[in-house]
């Protein structure tokens, strides 16, 4: 059973046009909420990286979030989880290696001894729970409260971190 998506023609230059538009507004924000961010860390003396492991990373997740339970809700579940993984996977490869190309990155040991590892663990996790529990295909409200509750340790673990004078 195929469901039509609920698409509006658009005439390709009034697309273009809006194309250009968020592409630019996008790019502006981005620089806006990065500059925002620092000056956050430096005030309250945190880490740049743990405010990009958390402030930065739902600032720019946001729309994520958004067009993911757009299609959830229509039942384009494939778009959902598509958006959400293509995402990771972008990030993961291209973002960090156009980065690298342009300036090279410092790695420091914390990302590699804390963040990769729980990066790892709950992609393997994710992997279980939606392959696993109920069968193929299928993440339940309590699976994603699971979820969600990770990710809600993993950040009260940072900021216990900043102020525990870890980070």
């Known amino acids: 059973m195929e469901q039509e998506l609920d698409v509006r023609a658009m005439p390709i230059r009034r697309a273009v046009f809006w194309l250009v538009v968020g592409l630019a507004l996008l790019i502006v924000s981005s620089r806006v909420l990065v500059w925002g961010a620092v000056e956050i ?10 405010i990009g ?3 930065v990373a739902v600032g720019t997740s946001l729309p994520e979030l958004a067009s993911s339970i757009i299609a959830a809700r229509k ?3 494939d778009i959902a989880l598509g958006n959400i993984l293509g995402s ?6 291209a973002v960090v290696g ?15 001894n804390r963040d990769m590892l729980v990066m790892a663990a709950l ?11 109920r069968g193929p295909g299928r ?20 900021i216990s971190t900043v102020f525990g004078g870890q980070a």
């Open 98 to 112: 156009i980065a690298g190309t342009i300036h090279p990155l410092a790695v420091g040991p914390e990302v590699f």
């Open 123 to 133: 992609t393997l996790s994710l992997f279980v729970i939606g392959y696993g529990f």
């Open 41 to 50: 860390a430096h005030g309250f003396g945190v880490s740049d990286l743990i």
């Open 139 to 158: 993440i339940n409200r309590i699976e994603g409260a699971v979820l969600l509750v990770c990710y809600v340790g993993y950040t009260a673990y940072l």
């Open 75 to 77: 039942g384009e579940h």
């Open 88 to 93: 990771n996977l972008f990030n993961t490869l």
């Open 53 to 55: 492991l958390t402030v």
